[in-house]
């Protein structure tokens, strides 16, 4: 990513990913490994390098918020591995790496997944019992931990991931194919700013900015992803491509051919870009994943 | 369960649980489906009873309580379905009923158990967000709602299930088998216990023996029902028996035989049953479950 602060606050997060573990016992340590695997297998940590960057804007301070970040990526990891599995979309490698359940077992990587899960909001409400005497931050932390389970949950990536699979092999509509967009991938990513927003005590016109713009970063995201599974080189991506088809997954390429797809997703970035304009130099890593996703599929 | 306050209890429950499930939309309809169908199958809601009846013993609201009673059965719900996948238990009937994947396949299972988990913390975190201006009550939430990540979680449920699925087909050290038993099932039912108790603001000396009557309760119930795998019925469990046999797991039994088994429950009961005494009348939901449990392997 083309922003020192980015690289800053994802160094930050690579560093501390693991702190915030909960103390598993020896004796199940394939549980710590294999959620350890996932979350150190080099994602770029867009999400939790969000939430820090909004909260950020508002001067909140970073260690006050990097729970709730690294959090967010643990749910982020528990996705990834369930989305991985067998009875999924049956993957064996990402980010050039073999899936969770290729290494420990499907039995394991469900574990592992679920384990995530739960660590993200032990992560979370642990750190609000450091703010029983400050009912500010309790509140603020309460609203991003609420934001966090509706976008990653049954009106958010879960719903999405369900009309997903449910939609494979069927001709789908362009309503449902925006639904399973705005789910799977857009919720999660738009509740991240938000809750960042949450977390710093952003005003009222900075949550909407950061909404609006987490909104349409979200749906560029996902249609992004759908057209780099088209053009997009394996070794690059550390996956197999061309994977959407062989599922016959409802995808804006296969909806809309592969140039209005190209053109839909730069209409969201520009509307991305928009709503943060106004904060200029402040908002460089919000400008910087857009610069990132429009570098991906400009030809 | 010989209580009328059980009954009473587990009724409000069943009443209500499906009114605290987020709105789905109709797009993905088979996730509220397959949800509902396990949240519906009939489970006797021990742990939403014995949460609020802790919180009752300190004359809480049982409206205040009743959100997060229901999101414990949310996550119960969603480890059952977990644990009876075919990467799992394999498991094709629950309380006679088919499991969630033999109904909607292995896909909408996992989904269906990821959702009922964020679900849950979606609840709990949506009711926090009415105590805004009632800093103590918000407090006890965030305590509950820790207290139950923790028991359900990797340093919990999830743990205990990792080393379940880990030692089939291997001897296992009483070490170990204590281990399983503290975390599969015990840490959870402790969680509640406490969970109630914080919720309803209660002193130390109850709060202290909630957690001695949630861990001896919540040790004699894994035991009990290893114990009913070797001697229950099938029609009565509604689920097959001599699984664990078949599967070759770490169970009491298998360590220790019956009998001793028998004893070694009977003594956590009486534990239990020693840490309310002191509430009379009071304790009358959290005895009734020790006389059930007692009155399933005495024979």
Chains 1, 2 share one sequence.
Do not use: W
Request: one cysteine or more; a negative charge.
């Amino acid at each position: 990513m083309n922003s020192p602060e980015f690289n800053r606050l994802r160094n930050l997060v690579n560093e501390h990913i693991l702190d915030y573990m909960p103390v598993i016992d020896q004796k199940c340590s394939t549980l710590y490994d294999s959620m350890r695997y996932s979350l150190t297998a080099g994602g770029k940590r867009i999400r939790p390098v969000l939430m820090l960057a909004a909260a950020l804007m508002c001067k909140e301070k970073e260690e006050i918020i990097l729970p709730f970040a690294c959090a967010a990526e643990y749910i982020q990891t528990y996705s990834l591995i369930h989305d991985d599995l067998p009875a999924m979309d049956n993957d064996d490698y990402r980010r050039g790496m073999l899936t969770n359940h290729k290494v420990y077992g499907e039995d394991i990587a469900i574990l592992a997944g679920d384990g995530l899960l739960s660590a993200a909001y032990e992560i979370m409400t642990k750190h609000m019992l450091l703010f029983m005497d400050d009912p500010e931050r309790l509140k603020r932390m309460t609203r991003a931990a609420f934001e966090l389970s509706k976008g990653t949950g049954v009106r958010g990536m879960v719903a999405g991931q369900v009309a997903d699979v449910e939609n494979e092999g069927k001709a789908c509509s362009e309503e449902m194919l925006t639904f399973i967009h705005a789910n799977k991938t857009a919720a999660f990513i738009k509740s991240v700013t938000l809750a960042g927003g949450y977390l710093g005590g952003a005003d009222e016109q900075l949550q909407n900015d950061l909404k609006t713009y987490g909104e349409h970063l979200g749906l560029a995201f996902q249609i992004v992803d759908d057209i780099l599974d088209v053009i997009g080189d394996e070794k690059k991506l550390g996956k197999k491509t061309h994977v959407d088809e062989q599922l016959d997954k409802a995808t804006y390429p296969a909806l809309y051919g592969l140039d209005k797809s190209i053109d839909i997703a730069m209409s969201h970035l520009a509307k991305a870009r928009d709503a943060m304009e106004k904060y200029y130099d402040e908002a460089e890593v919000f400008n910087c994943i857009i610069d990132f996703l429009e570098s991906e599929i400009i030809r």
